[in-house]
Structure formats: C-alpha cells, structure tokens
C-alpha cells in the first residue's frame, strides 16, 4: 500500500515557479476585516467609521466607554505607529475617556 502512494506521488507534476509561492490578494482594512467577520458570528469590538468630528462624538456616545473609547486612523500605508496626524499626535491610535475628548481629537 505504502509503495502504491510512493509511486502515485512520484508520478505528480512538480509545482511550476508560479504556483510554489503564495499569493495573497487581500488588502482591507480595520473596519472592513471587522465588518466581514462579523457578518459570520466572530465576536468583533462595536464601532462605526466617522468622517468627521460631529460623526465620531454621535458614535463614541453610543458605545460604552467603561474600557476607554479607542480612536483609531484607518490607515493603509506604513501602519499606525508610523504617521503623524495633523492633530499633532504621534500614531494613529488614542485612548480616549469621554466622547469629548474624541471630538477633539478628530478636528
């Protein structure tokens, strides 16, 4: 039996240089990646994407902030931690206590 599988595999075409490596097609972000798994019972964090200060102040005070309000840039290029926002904060990501407080942030 075992001689039987050896032979079947040795008779295998060997993988062509295009399809030895993997390819990755998948370029979302946060929001999207949440949206999705979500959308198939993962448990996902609750939050909504704001445009603009007033959006980002009406969605903060619907959440629950026991555990901070977390404000994150969706940012494709370089990660978080590596831009500089007009703000004047460093990164893309602040913990903030109070709907006000991301308010001011998002200006």
Known sequence: ?????LLRSSMRQQPTMMTQYQRRFFDLHEFQSKYIMGKYGVNVQKGAIALNETDAAK?????SNKGGLILKAQVKAGGRGKG????????????????????DFTK
Do not use: D, N, R, Y
């Not at 969605?59 to 959440?63: D, K, P, R, T, V």
């Not at 004047?88 to 206590?97: A, P």
């Open 1 to 5: 039996m075992f001689a039987k599988h």
């Open 59 to 63: 969605i903060a005070s619907g959440l």
């Open 84 to 103: 500089k926002l007009t703000s004047g904060l460093q990164g893309g990501v602040k913990i903030c206590k109070t709907p006000e407080q991301i308010k």
